[in-house]
């Protein structure tokens, strides 16, 4: 299946931006879980432009893209903090195999998603304020099911195929990006 070709062609970055989650105490620490929704704040803007830009609902019909990015600002407010409004550049897609390589990151943090949300809770993140962002993401499994239903099945060239690969692995990069930023925001203070 190629939903399994992918995880194993993107294990490696998907560990480390796992283990970047962990070191800036997303689940273990207020503060942390604050830089870990700037990060994610950043990376959903980030798809989000991405997917805007490629007319993603064009390239894949009958999937709309969740926007994100304004439930994590929301949570970033409640928690008393914002990220910037800087401009920050689009993640290229070019094609519906680039598209599913960006869902395929997007749709499958789901998963973690349902994991951090009882662990980011009893940090005393309450759950009518600051968890909006996993609370949405975690409360809809049959989506991921359904995202890997529809890569499974996606007629894709060779050159299609390359670029799933990578834009999953780009986006995994941009992830890690972020992550390391608010490390390096925290190690500067």
């Known amino acids: 299946m190629r939903h399994a070709r992918l995880r194993a062609q993107t294990q490696a970055p998907?560990?480390?931006?796992?283990?970047?989650?962990?070191?800036?105490g997303?689940?273990?620490?207020?503060?942390?879980?604050?830089?870990?929704?700037?990060?994610?704040?950043?990376?959903?803007?980030r798809a989000e432009a991405g997917l805007d830009r490629a007319e993603a609902e064009r390239l894949l019909p009958g999937w709309a893209p969740?926007?994100?990015?304004?439930?994590?600002?929301?949570?970033?407010r409640a928690l008393g903090d914002a990220d910037d409004d800087a401009p920050l550049p689009a993640l290229a897609i070019?094609?519906?195999?680039?598209?599913?390589?960006?869902?395929?990151?997007?749709?499958?943090?789901?998963?973690?998603a349902r994991m951090l949300l009882p662990?980011?809770?009893?940090?005393?993140?309450?759950?009518?304020?600051?968890?909006?962002?996993?609370?949405?993401?975690?409360?809809?499994?049959?989506?991921?099911?359904?995202?890997?239903?529809?890569?499974?099945?996606?007629?894709?060239d060779a050159t299609q195929e390359h670029a799933l690969t990578a834009s999953a692995r780009g986006?995994?990069?941009a992830v890690i990006e972020h992550l390391q930023e608010q490390q390096e925001r925290r190690d500067a203070r």
């Open 66 to 76: 969740q926007r994100r990015a304004s439930l994590i600002a929301a949570d970033l």
């Open 14 to 24: 998907h560990e480390r931006a796992e283990a970047l989650a962990d070191a800036l």
């Open 119 to 156: 662990q980011v809770r009893a940090l005393g993140a309450p759950a009518d304020r600051a968890t909006s962002f996993l609370e949405r993401h975690a409360a809809a499994p049959e989506r991921w099911r359904a995202f890997l239903s529809r890569l499974d099945a996606a007629a894709l």
């Open 94 to 112: 070019d094609g519906a195999g680039a598209a599913l390589g960006l869902l395929y990151v997007v749709e499958g943090s789901a998963l973690g």
């Open 26 to 45: 997303a689940t273990t620490t207020l503060d942390g879980y604050r830089a870990f929704l700037r990060a994610m704040h950043r990376f959903h803007r």
């Open 171 to 173: 986006a995994f990069a």
